[in-house]
């Protein structure tokens, strides 16, 4: 692809490497000269290999030829078919692109970000092509298979009042100096319409259609016509439909300039109260932007709320003058959303089933496992062919056939390997926990030399 203000010569195809690193050809103060061709620097792409280990695999991957260090077309055309490589020419600048100047500049408050304006006479999405070029291109061409265009029947509209010209208790900002709040009264139109502040382009519900100053209401305030996608958020569309409604309130994210109402040390610390006869607060002097309007369940200004029919409409009230067919499709778009989050929620309770469920199963799994080595365990001690016992253990789960195998392999191991007394021969001998010494010797036995038997292991059997 060409590049601003640069050749560029391609000897490798990019997807071939995973990280790039560049390297300069012009020489800073202090460095040694570095690549160079006929008097001119030029840089080099190096590309590490896919799969290749971090310190190996690492190859050129392209040329670059700025135009800075006196690069000509033909000079660098001709060194980079010298190395066999694909030639790019440099990206042309167009008129909009030349006249285009910075009108701002601004920064985050932690200095990370900053924020840039640019003021152009065309507005250029490409090399050449203007937005209404495009625009024109867009109608001439047939939409992509799958898109469907967006319909006004999909949309619904709902007037919200988006903030009022009052004080926010509890954050304790004043919104009613002059006419601060007034002057801001377009900033909002053509804005998105977010679900609860998330700020992401998966989380839009709408737009913001246009705004209007309420003088009616007490107290005064920005009122908004939001239009909602059925499609994008059937939740909140259908919130807003049903009778009465459950979606009923909005907050607006603000970007203002502030003032203490009192220049003291303590002034956070005494906000929402009165001192020298007057409330302890932020005074808004100026909006300067209104970057998004959001749905939510209960708002920081309690007059954010929706603004019904008969706020809007005549005494009389007016018919609806919508379209039957626009309210079934409408409809049905609803219940299909709503059917949609009621599977979801009845997937997330499966998944924590399961994620209860999975310890238990490794659990059966291991003692799965040990009554099966305990059967083999068994039976090798009474068996000599234990092949066919191992396919029938292996190829069983019943628990239960496992437990009457064991015991039944117990028994005859038992009756193979009888316990028998080391010191007296006795094949009576008694398992338990204490001693009982009431007990005669059932016969009486010889003398035995307890040190030859120190050495030797005796052929209890042990389960």
Not at 152 to 166: G, H, N, P, Q, V
């Amino acid at each position: 692809m060409p590049y601003p203000k640069e050749y560029s010569c391609r000897l490798e195809d990019p997807k071939k490497f995973d990280k790039f690193r560049r390297k300069n050809g012009g020489t800073g103060e202090g460095e040694e000269p570095k690549q160079k061709h006929d008097g001119k620097y030029y840089d080099i792409i190096n590309a590490h290999l896919k799969g290749k280990p971090p310190k190996e695999g690492w190859k050129r991957q392209a040329i670059r030829y700025p135009l800075a260090n006196k690069w000509k077309e033909a000079g660098a055309r001709s060194h980079c078919k010298e190395h066999d490589g694909t030639f790019e020419p440099a990206k042309k600048e167009t008129k909009a692109t030349k006249e285009a100047k910075v009108v701002d500049v601004k920064f985050s408050k932690d200095s990370k970000t900053v924020f840039v304006r640019l003021e152009a006479p065309v507005h250029v999405l490409r090399e050449g092509i203007t937005q209404e070029e495009l625009n024109k291109m867009l109608a001439e061409e047939e939409p992509e298979e799958g898109f469907v265009p967006p319909k006004d029947s999909e949309f619904i509209l709902a007037e919200f009042r988006l903030i009022s010209k009052t004080l926010i208790r509890d954050y304790w900002v004043d919104f009613s100096e002059d006419d601060v709040l007034k002057n801001a009264v377009g900033l909002a139109v053509g804005k998105p319409v977010l679900r609860d502040h998330h700020r992401t382009v998966e989380n839009y519900a709408g737009v913001v259609e246009s705004t209007s100053w309420d003088e009616s209401s007490d107290p005064q305030g920005i009122n908004g016509v939001l239009k909602v996608d059925t499609k994008q958020a059937p939740v909140i569309a259908r919130g807003l439909l049903v009778e009465p409604p459950t979606v009923n309130c909005v907050s607006v994210t603000l970007s203002m300039e502030i003032k203490q109402s009192h220049d003291r040390g303590d002034f956070r610390q005494l906000l929402g109260t009165e001192v020298d006869g007057e409330l302890v607060r932020w005074i808004v002097t100026e909006i300067r932007e209104i970057p998004e309007v959001s749905f939510v369940w209960a708002g920081a200004d309690p007059g954010a709320t929706r603004r019904h029919e008969e706020e809007s409409e005549d005494k009389d009230g007016a018919d609806d003058d919508t379209p039957a067919d626009v309210k079934e499709e409408a409809e049905s778009l609803i219940k299909a959303g709503a059917q949609l989050n009621k599977l979801q929620r009845e997937l997330e309770e499966v998944s924590k089933v399961k994620d209860e469920l999975t310890p238990l199963a490794e659990l059966g799994k291991d003692y799965l496992g040990y009554l099966r080595a305990e059967v083999l365990r068994l039976a090798k001690l009474t068996e000599r062919d234990t092949a066919p016992i191992a396919a029938l253990v292996n190829g069983t789960e019943d628990v239960k056939v496992l437990k009457e195998l064991a015991a039944s392999y117990r028994t005859k191991a038992e009756d193979n390997f009888p316990a028998t007394c080391p010191k007296c021969g006795a094949k009576i001998v008694l398992r338990r926990s204490s001693v009982d010494f009431s007990l005669e010797p059932t016969r009486k036995t010889k003398d035995v030399d307890e040190s030859a038997y120190q050495d030797r292991q005796p052929r209890n059997l042990r389960t």
